[in-house]
């Protein structure tokens, strides 16, 4: 076997698969239960992990991913080759061709992030997360055997006391939390200051004696720090507190490296704000705990509302109204301007193009511009239809979508390539499998109510911090990237996007490029995230295409 991961239950295992231990282990555990029962055994296991294990009497190997994609896997096949690991850079190192997936690519200028099991290269894939895949006699197959809509309660749901509710999420999460715990390396936790990560750590800190470590960074940038709620949170919770801050120096000076951490293109700005906090955190802790999954379970993302009224308003109108207030926007301003793209989109997979907007990435239109395509293919809509015939509320599917497709093949992706880059393990408890069935399955006014996102969690909350902490404006973790391309980091738009590079490498439209960084140049910063995707793929390019991983 080889095995990246946790294994939380363990001890539970063992008694269940009436194991004796010979080491305190998690690894000899999951061994000795798949040779007990096989595949089966997965769907007891509580942990984060990508394994693999060669059945040496069947010839047989198999390959397995945890339930929601917090390890990662990758693997190439063709023909009669196959090889797997947890990272792209690995596999390149082979001697194979590398050929670029445009497919994969215009996912990439859609999304910010490549989604599914597509690669950037042709012939490489993902294994999905919660599934599994088998090797015999050089025949390859994936199939899953955890999905999560199969776990989706049918509509009504009953009526409970919400009282009740509250204590069962507290009992839950705490018992998550309590998992992740088992070290026998130092621990801490990151703490933001917003609702997710100020939970999981007033659970932590409840559940020890001693003060535990927590950890924030801020930005000398105004509208991008919070470390000053943080630093309330950590008074009040008493927790050992660490807090860093990061001017635009320190922080651009990982900016020409991060494609080091990030072996597929990648756009999302806050990986750098992510090398940085694992970064501090690795001087005192091995282990730390994280929020991520809050936001996608109890649907704490703002465009729940902009989707509804976007939605209503095209229902109601039939084009003129809307291509009236789009031509209209686009002479009142930048930032209007960057809103009239919310009444020109196609009303067909409304919102993948919404997504898409709102992480003002590229539309559909723009890609076929920027690559030379007659046509376009994006996996992401098929995602998206798939969900959007299910018997669910539409904020019941966009917080499916953020779970299956944002969580999994962005925040994991993002976290554990920060995370392992500084040899720090990250640990998830919103993500464990309980927490998860049990709050998706909630009625929807315990996650948005009167207008209030996170309504269970910041209940929760309030048994353990005060009003004026709770109910705050949401923040995020974005790093200001456009500030950054306007001053000390513009040399990367001369170096990378310059006209006589695009042209001689051959993916782009020239034009299209120039556009975007006149447009960016003479103001319009809301090209900010456009600029850097492009500017991010062309360092990614060079680094493993160009100069093989060197």
């Known amino acids: 076997?080889?095995?990246?991961?946790?294994?939380?239950?363990?001890?539970?295992?063992?008694?269940?698969?009436?194991?004796?231990?010979?080491?305190?282990?998690?690894?000899?555990?999951?061994?000795?239960?798949?040779?007990?029962?096989?595949i089966a055994c997965v769907n007891d296991f509580n942990g984060m992990f990508a394994l693999a294990i060669w059945d040496k009497e069947e010839k047989k190997l198999f390959i397995i991913r945890d339930?929601?994609?917090?390890?990662?896997?990758?693997?190439?096949?063709?023909?009669?080759?196959?090889?797997?690991?947890?990272?792209?850079?690995t596999l390149l190192n082979l001697p194979i061709e590398k050929k670029i997936n445009t497919r994969a690519l215009q996912d990439y200028f859609f999304l910010e992030y490549i989604p599914n099991a597509?690669?950037?290269?042709?012939?490489?894939?993902?294994?999905?997360?919660?599934?599994?895949?088998?090797?015999?006699?050089?025949?390859?197959?994936?199939?899953?055997y955890y999905q999560f809509e199969e776990k989706i309660a049918a509509r009504p749901l009953p009526v409970r006391?919400?009282?009740?509710?509250?204590?069962?999420?507290?009992?839950?999460?705490?018992?998550?939390?309590?998992?992740?715990?088992?070290?026998?390396?130092?621990?801490g936790a990151f703490l933001s200051g917003g609702t997710d990560s100020s939970l999981i750590c007033a659970l932590f800190q409840k559940q020890n004696s001693n003060p535990v470590n927590t950890f924030t960074i801020g930005f000398d940038v105004a509208g991008y720090d919070e470390s000053g709620y943080a630093k309330q949170v950590a008074e009040i919770l008493k927790t050992n507190h660490?807090?860093?801050?990061?001017?635009?120096?320190?922080?651009?000076?990982?900016?020409?490296?991060?494609?080091?951490?990030?072996?597929?293109?990648?756009?999302?700005?806050?990986?750098?704000p992510s090398y940085l906090v694992c970064n501090v955190a690795r001087k005192h802790v091995t282990v730390a705990m994280s929020g991520d999954g809050g936001d996608e379970l109890f649907m704490g993302y703002g465009y729940y509302d902009v989707y509804r009224k976007v939605k209503q308003l095209y229902r109601m109108d039939m084009g003129v109204g809307r291509h009236l207030i789009n031509s209209l926007?686009?002479?009142?301003?930048?930032r209007y301007a960057r809103a009239s793209r919310l009444f020109s989109l196609p009303s067909k997979d409304l919102f993948a193009h919404l997504w898409s907007e709102q992480q003002y990435m590229f539309s559909e239109k723009e890609i076929g511009s920027l690559l030379n395509l007659s046509e376009t293919s994006l996996s992401i809509k098929d995602n998206w239809r798939k969900i959007d015939t299910m018997k669910l509320s539409d904020f019941e599917k966009i917080s499916l979508f953020d779970i299956e497709q944002y969580l999994a093949n962005n925040l994991l992706y993002k976290m554990d390539s920060a995370s392992m880059a500084n040899s720090l393990e990250v640990r998830n408890p919103y993500l464990d499998?309980?927490?998860?069935?049990f709050g998706f399955n909630l009625p929807q006014e315990y996650k948005i109510n009167n207008s209030t996102p996170k309504y269970l969690m910041k209940k929760l909350l309030l048994?353990?911090?005060?009003?004026?902490?709770?109910?705050?404006?949401?923040?995020?973790?974005?790093?200001?990237?456009?500030?950054?391309?306007?001053?000390?980091?513009?040399?990367?738009?001369?170096?990378?996007?310059?006209?006589?590079?695009?042209?001689?490498?051959?993916?782009?439209?020239?034009?299209?490029?120039?556009?975007?960084?006149?447009?960016?140049?003479?103001g319009k910063k809301y090209h900010d995230k456009r600029v850097w995707s492009l500017i991010f793929f062309q360092m990614w390019h060079d680094k493993y295409m160009v100069n093989n991983g060197h």
């Open 1 to 38: 076997m080889i095995y990246n991961g946790e294994m939380y239950n363990f001890k539970e295992l063992a008694v269940k698969y009436n194991i004796q231990p010979r080491t305190s282990s998690d690894s000899e555990i999951i061994l000795e239960a798949f040779a007990k029962v096989g």
């Open 67 to 89: 339930r929601f994609g917090v390890k990662p896997l990758v693997y190439y096949h063709k023909e009669n080759d196959f090889a797997f690991a947890s990272e792209l850079k």
């Open 118 to 144: 597509r690669c950037i290269l042709e012939n490489f894939h993902k294994l999905p997360n919660g599934h599994y895949l088998t090797v015999e006699r050089g025949n390859v197959q994936v199939k899953p």
């Open 161 to 187: 006391k919400e009282e009740d509710v509250l204590d069962e999420f507290e009992a839950l999460l705490a018992s998550s939390v309590k998992y992740r715990q088992i070290s026998d390396v130092p621990i």
């Open 242 to 272: 660490s807090e860093t801050h990061l001017t635009d120096k320190s922080s651009i000076s990982i900016v020409d490296n991060i494609v080091n951490y990030y072996d597929e293109p990648f756009a999302a700005p806050s990986t750098i």
């Open 329 to 334: 926007f686009k002479i009142m301003g930048p």
């Open 433 to 437: 499998y309980r927490v998860m069935e």
């Open 463 to 522: 048994r353990y911090l005060p009003d004026e902490l709770v109910y705050r404006r949401k923040w995020g973790f974005p790093a200001p990237i456009g500030n950054w391309l306007s001053n000390e980091l513009s040399y990367l738009i001369d170096k990378w996007l310059d006209p006589k590079r695009i042209k001689a490498q051959g993916l782009f439209n020239e034009k299209q490029v120039s556009h975007y960084v006149k447009a960016f140049r003479s």
